[in-house]
């Protein structure tokens, strides 16, 4: 048999909207609810014990307990979604060069840790980005030449469908000993904004200088996605200046109203784990509410209003919606 555990406490604050609190006074030792109008009711006096009243308030808590259980459970996916993807990659044994352009071969240390991210192919020594995100390369690469020539070396990002540079970094090697060390060469690339080819896209690496006869002794490569399924860095902001629609598809929505108006959420059905944003950046005394569709609840309410420049972030459970 279960059982519930109520802990003693001193009156509690007038609870939201639709709930009811159940505890024990300590002032006293009487089980009471209080509602959302701050009445107080006594259940440990005869006249008010009613086990359907016990039950409500006990069925009323656990709604709140399971809504703030789906703002957990979602805040969790949320963090997933923005955890990053990685690899790591060197070559095997040192590489003479030969032709310029030369494609880098490598072997895998550890595989892509999120495939539907980037993935890597060892075989053709490629690596593919299928979501457009933010991607860091970070390298070490030795570059060394038995006959001191000067000459600049470039490291390259190729998109292979096209043959043409993505991003690419360059090393002066010196007459002096005819050797040069780059460390820490880290490549930022972000797919799909700035004139930047979207996903998917397959790439290799390459060097390339003023002629060949100089050796590549030692290549390590770490790759790994900044903005996991590139969920934020694609959106935009949207501004409304009336009654209107939030919307998923961007950033934030901006609002910016000189009268009273509404702005409403998205359905949560089908947007498990989708956020809103809704940043007013009006400061007049217009009275902003913010609604659901279909009788969907903003932390067990119908609706909330949002205060001049104030901003609130939602998100949704697949039925409902929360404030985070």
């Not at 400061?283 to 279909?294: G, H, K, P, R």
Request: with cysteine; net charge negative.
């Amino acid at each position: 048999m279960g059982k519930i555990r109520i802990l003693k406490e001193a009156e509690p604050a007038t609870p939201p909207l639709g709930r009811t609190w159940l505890y024990t006074d300590e002032s006293d030792n009487h089980l009471k609810t209080k509602n959302d109008s701050g009445a107080v009711v006594d259940l440990t006096a005869t006249a008010a014990y009613d086990d359907t009243a016990v039950i409500a308030a006990i069925d009323n808590n656990a709604a709140g307990i399971l809504g703030n259980a789906y703002t957990i459970d979602n805040l969790a996916k949320t963090v997933a979604n923005l955890s990053t993807a990685q690899c790591q990659i060197h070559q095997d044994s040192a590489t003479t060069v030969t032709t310029t352009p030369q494609v880098l071969t490598f072997t895998t240390d550890i595989g892509s840790t999120d495939d539907s991210i980037f993935s890597i192919d060892a075989a053709a020594n490629t690596f593919t980005f299928h979501k457009d995100a933010s991607y860091n390369f970070s390298s070490t690469i030795t570059f060394e030449s038995a006959t001191p020539t000067a000459r600049t070396i470039y490291f390259d990002l190729i998109n292979t469908a096209e043959d043409s540079i993505i991003a690419t970094e360059s090393v002066v090697m010196d007459t002096a000993n005819g050797s040069t060390e780059v460390g820490a060469m880290i490549t930022l690339l972000t797919l799909g904004r700035n004139g930047m080819p979207s996903a998917p896209l397959t790439m290799q690496v390459q060097v390339r200088a003023s002629g060949t006869g100089y050796s590549i002794p030692e290549f390590h490569s770490i790759l790994a996605s900044s903005t996991a399924y590139g969920a934020a860095i694609d959106k935009v902001t949207n501004t409304l200046t009336a009654t209107g629609a939030a919307s998923t598809a961007y950033a934030v929505n901006l609002v910016d109203v000189s009268t009273n108006s509404v702005i409403t959420l998205p359905t949560a059905v089908g947007n498990d784990g989708q956020m809103v944003r809704v940043k007013r950046i009006d400061s007049t005394a217009s009275t902003v509410t913010i609604d659901t569709l279909n009788s969907e609840t903003i932390d067990g309410v119908l609706s909330t209003t949002l205060a001049p420049n104030g901003s609130i972030n939602f998100i949704a459970n697949g039925f409902n919606w929360f404030t985070v």
